[in-house]
Nanobody, 122 residues
Framework: EVQLQASGGGLVQAGGSLRLSCAASGFTFDDYAIGWFRQAPGKEREGLSCISNSDGPTYYADSVKGRFTISSDNAKSTVYLQMNSLKPEDTAVYYC???????????????WGKGTQVTVSS
């Protein structure tokens, strides 16, 4: 059974940093693309970044480019999202998702974990 567990969210002041972790199990980690998404209240879920073993990081959303960095630790089957220079508009529930084929949009990713709340105070 594919399982994804996102963690590392919390409350942080604007300008601060957080590192989110997505621990994966139930599948061959190296064969899957794993992405980070977020959903703010009243807004659609948006893709932030994605990484695969074959391609490395594949994209960053314009809203986070230069501030967020995705990475993976294959030995730990974990994908990270380092978030720096956080802004109040980054407040959202953050999700990780996996797909056996490639990085894709919200509608493409096949497996989702429960989210972790990130709140950035001004």
């Amino acid at each position: 059974e594919v399982q994804l567990q996102a963690s590392g969210g919390g409350l942080v002041q604007a300008g601060g940093s957080l590192r989110l972790s997505c621990a994966a199990s139930g599948f061959t980690f190296d064969d899957y693309a794993i992405g980070w998404f977020r959903q703010a209240p009243g807004k659609e879920r948006e893709g932030l970044s994605c990484i695969s073993n074959s391609d490395g990081p594949t994209y960053y959303a314009d809203s986070v480019k230069g501030r967020f960095t995705i990475s993976s630790d294959n030995a730990k089957s974990t994908v990270y999202l380092q978030m720096n220079s956080l802004k109040p508009e980054d407040t959202a529930v953050y999700y990780c998702a996996a797909d056996p084929f490639k990085c894709g949009s919200v509608s493409v990713m096949g497996y989702w974990g429960k989210g972790t709340q990130v709140t950035v105070s001004s």
